[in-house]
Structure formats: C-alpha cells, structure tokens
C-alpha cells in the first residue's frame, strides 16, 4: 500500500517522485487439490499469498529512465513496501514484467509517454 512517498523503494531507489500509481495485489495460489465437489463446496490447500505491484510512471527524462531501466531489466529486485497485513514496511524478492516505453514526436521533439511494469514476489508472503 502506498502511503507516503518513501513506501515504496526499489533497489535502494525510491519510486515516489517517479510513479503516478501503484496497484498492490495478493494474489492466492490453490494446491493441485483445490477445487469444488458436486455440492458446490470449495476445497484445497493454500499455497500462499504472492504479492505484486503494478507500478504506473509518469513521462520520464532521459536521465530517469537511464537510472531505473537497469533495474527493471534485471532478473531480481528488492522491493520494499508498506504491508497492510502487517502494518508495517517489508522487503521481498520480485521478478519483472514485460514493459514497453512509447515516444511520440519522433520528428524535431522527443517525448516519452508514461509505462507500467509488474513486480511480482518470487516466494510467498510470510
């Protein structure tokens, strides 16, 4: 949950001046066993809970997008975040998804538009 500009820090780098939304998710994962009987009753084990934070940023200068995308490329992130479920800051170890940065104006001024990216928790919430 976002709730001041310094929840939410990525590799040591504090997203808040570069997002203009975040959306957290908790998302479940069901055991193979998981499902419902013919009564309609739901069963199965709980994996867990896998966090994942669909950041939204704003239009980027060159300089930030320099700064972040090795970041962003990278196979692991350590991302920091206020947890509600345990009313304070916790750390977990993401992986990203796919982004794509869009530039308009390519004749005479270059201007990027603002992009989203996914980090999603490798192991579940503890």
């Known amino acids: 949950m ?4 310094n929840s939410l820090i990525v590799n040591n780098i504090n ?3 570069y997002i203009v939304q975040a959306t957290y998710s908790y998302n479940k994962l ?3 066993d998981s499902g419902r009987n013919l009564a309609g009753t739901q069963s199965g084990t709980l994996v867990g809970i896998f966090p994942k934070i669909v ?9 930030e997008l320099e700064l972040l995308t090795p970041i962003l490329d990278s196979s692991r992130q ?10 304070a800051m916790t750390t977990m170890t993401t992986y990203t998804g796919d982004y794509e940065v869009v530039n ?6 270059i201007k990027n538009e603002g992009f989203q990216i996914s980090f999603i928790s490798t192991k ?3």
């Open 2 to 5: 976002f709730i001041d500009k």
């Open 15 to 17: 997203l808040g001046k």
């Open 30 to 32: 069901w055991s193979s």
């Open 55 to 63: 950041v939204q940023f704003r239009k980027l200068t060159k300089s």
């Open 78 to 87: 350590t991302v920091q975040y206020y947890d509600p479920n345990k009313k």
């Open 104 to 109: 308009k104006g390519i004749i005479g001024h």
């Open 124 to 126: 579940r919430r503890a």
